[in-house]
């Protein structure tokens, strides 16, 4: 089975690619800790998860 995700983590993560596609990298810590620059957010389970989409996103983009 594949994994299951909100729709905000995945509306968040597919927005913020977009506005900054040179910006996020296929590494999970970098993410984070640029995740703290571009977007306020209080939860760091939350924060952890956009970041892992992200990188999901990214690797199957390269895939292609």
Known sequence: MGKVR???IKN???ELIS????VFTT????NKKLLDK???????????RI???I???LKIKNKD
Do not use: A, C, T
């Not at 506005?19 to 040179?22: G, M, T």
């Not at 590494?27 to 970098?30: I, L, S």
């Not at 571009?38 to 760091?44: R, T, V, W």
């Open 27 to 30: 590494d999970f810590e970098e």
């Open 6 to 8: 909100p729709i905000l």
């Open 55 to 57: 990188v999901n996103l």
């Open 51 to 53: 970041s892992g989409y």
């Open 38 to 48: 571009y977007l306020e957010i209080d939860s760091k389970h939350l924060r952890n």
């Open 19 to 22: 506005k900054y596609p040179d």
């Open 12 to 14: 968040v993560s597919k």
